[in-house]
């Protein structure tokens, strides 16, 4: 499994904490979704992308494990890589069909696997992932220790802080809308191996992250993400303005979500309840868009703030629920079928 969205822990020990930051990940992500909730707050959804997404990065440095370079492109592959192929020709395929448009136009849109490209926009994480977990790998190679994932993070924010996302060339003739950025999102590196490494680094580190974690640091972020409410970060779109204030905005909401999800692992019942959606980010982060957009267009949105605003955390909970349900199926699915291959494949040796 790779990255946030399927990995486990590095350890032997399962750390929950990790499994509730990604619970708590996936359900900003699926808020900051909601074109109800949009409408109503369109302040506090401004506020999620600030940190959702880079939340998920620095998760994934935290959990990502160590293998050799030919494992860890074949489990990146089709931890990643297939979901996005699966997800995009299905969808795209049922674009063709309801909509209109051309095979070619379908396939070179998948090929340079672009938010602006893609059949869903929100697949633009998944080769970014795979780049970025793909390139921390080869990291792993250097020396160095935890220090080498200082000296990277280092490197990735001057990067960051010198060099502005690409919007990418003009594709308008082909119909693709602009930013596209740069093939599989190759532009957005510098800022996801930002989050990537500093998450290794604190994984790497624990001293460095308990302190992360202390009560003080973590009312200095309330305070610092405060402060960065102004700037503005969609990295789909290629926004990431002023990029002082934006990374100043990430990190520091990261840290709050840190501290919250180890405040949260003293709770057992919301502990668990987060934990299990935690463990199904990737169903989650596949159809929670759709499921939103289907149940809002069923139902006539409430036109006051107050109404809209329970309405798409109601719209919200049911996609959630409704992804959980689809995981779970799949999953039993998946433990019926592959005992009765591995008999199959034994009645075969033995024959």
Not at 90 to 100: D, F, N
């Amino acid at each position: 499994m790779a990255g946030a969205l399927t990995a486990s822990a590095r350890t032997t020990v399962r750390d929950v904490t990790i499994d509730v930051a990604r619970g708590i990940a996936i359900l900003l992500v699926v808020l900051g979704h909601n074109s109800a909730l949009a409408g109503a707050a369109p302040g506090f959804v401004d506020a999620l992308f600030l940190f959702h997404v880079p939340l998920f990065f620095l998760l994934s440095g935290l959990v990502q494990p160590s293998h050799p370079m030919n494992v860890a492109v074949t489990r990146l592959a089709r931890g990643l890589l297939l979901p996005l192929l699966v997800a995009a020709v299905s969808v795209g395929a049922l674009k063709l069909m309801t909509r209109g448009g051309s095979v070619e136009h379908l396939l070179a849109g998948i090929a340079w696997a672009t938010g602006q490209t893609l059949p869903w926009s929100h697949l633009w994480f998944l080769p970014a992932l795979f780049l970025t977990l793909l390139t921390t790998q080869a990291l792993r190679n250097l020396p160095g220790g935890a220090a080498r994932w200082a000296f990277a993070s280092a490197a990735a924010l001057l990067a960051v802080l010198s060099v502005p996302m690409a919007v990418g060339p003009d594709l308008s003739t082909l119909g693709f809308a602009a930013p596209v950025g740069l093939p599989w999102n190759l532009d957005l590196l510098p800022a996801c191996l930002l989050f990537v490494c500093a998450g290794a680094l604190l994984h790497d580190a624990p001293a460095l992250r308990a302190r992360v974690e202390h009560p003080l640091v973590v009312a200095t972020a309330v305070l610092l993400f405060a402060f960065s409410l102004g700037a503005r970060v969609d990295f789909n779109l290629r926004v990431f303005t002023p990029p002082p204030l934006a990374v100043l905005a990430a990190a520091s909401g990261c840290v709050v979500a840190l501290a919250l999800a180890r405040v949260l692992t003293t709770l057992p019942k919301v502990a668990a309840l987060l934990a299990t959606v935690g463990r199904h980010t990737l169903t989650i982060f596949l159809l929670h868009v759709s499921i939103q957009k289907a149940l809002l267009g069923l139902i006539a949105v409430p036109t006051s703030t107050f109404m809209r605003a329970l309405t798409g955390l109601a719209t919200a909970a049911v996609a959630v629920l409704a992804s959980l349900a689809v995981s779970a199926a799949w999953k039993w699915v998946l433990s019926r079928w592959r005992p009765r291959r591995m008999t199959a494949h034994a009645r075969e040796v033995a024959t």
